[in-house]
């Protein structure tokens, strides 16, 4: 399983975009990138997953460099609901063994 | 409505009294995973299941134990608690790469 690197926390102000960034330089050739959110006291929550370039859904983006050895989620316009710690995961689709890491605690301020 | 259950959600207990905390999936998924939470150490896996009757450790595998009887339970089994096993655990079930989380069980062991 590749070990990943993120920052222990960011600020930020709502209606800013929101960039946090994974480091996972043995990324292996099939192995994946997903991002959860939690809240406290709540279960992680999905956010996004990618093997390269660029991934979008409704509430945030993936970017995956060429080299695949870090990603950046990236949260559009954030708002006071958005603090929360945001995991970066990295595996293949069939792994059943999670590293999660403590993740990167995001406090969005008024 | 697609679902992770757990119970109970909140328990104090004594050391050496066995417990078991239950989950339960309506959706019908293979995979199925333990975790457990605590301050600065992130979210750690226990045991995780690839299907009935197919259990393997996580990271922190001692003091616990699993069954997969059924495709949907998962429960987690402390034989003999210790004040150490005092944690939030999480159960999560998965298909593919997209792990659904329970509401978790806040469970102190005195």
């Known amino acids: 399983l590749a070990k990943t690197t993120q920052p222990i926390s960011m600020d930020s102000y709502e209606g800013q975009e929101v960039n946090i960034t994974c480091s996972h330089n043995n990324i292996a050739t099939n192995d994946y990138i997903t991002w959860y959110q939690q809240f406290p006291s709540q279960g992680p929550r999905f956010i996004i997953q990618g093997y390269k370039t660029k991934v979008t859904n409704e509430v945030a983006s993936l970017f995956i460099p060429a080299d695949r050895k870090s990603s950046t989620l990236s949260l559009p316009r954030v708002s006071l609901s958005d603090t929360a710690v945001y995991y970066c995961?990295?595996?293949?689709?069939?792994?059943?063994?999670?590293?999660f890491g403590t993740g990167t605690r995001l406090k969005v301020l008024a | 409505e697609a679902q992770v259950t757990q119970n109970p959600r909140y328990l104090i207990t004594v050391t050496g009294k066995k417990l078991t905390v239950t989950c339960s999936q309506n959706?019908?998924?293979?995979?199925m995973s333990w975790y457990r939470q605590d301050p600065g150490l992130g979210l750690r896996q226990i045991y995780y299941s690839m299907n009935v009757e197919v259990t393997d450790k996580g990271d922190v595998p001692e003091g616990y134990k699993v069954s997969r009887k059924e495709k949907r339970n998962f429960p987690l089994i402390l034989e003999s608690p210790s004040p150490n096993q005092t944690s939030l655990y999480f159960c999560?079930?998965?298909?593919?790469?997209?792990?659904?989380f329970g509401p978790g069980t806040r469970l102190t062991v005195l």
């Open positions: 959706m019908n998924h293979e995979y």
């Open positions: 995961l990295v595996g293949f689709i069939g792994t059943y063994k999670y590293i």
């Open positions: 999560a079930s998965s298909r593919s790469g997209e792990q659904f």
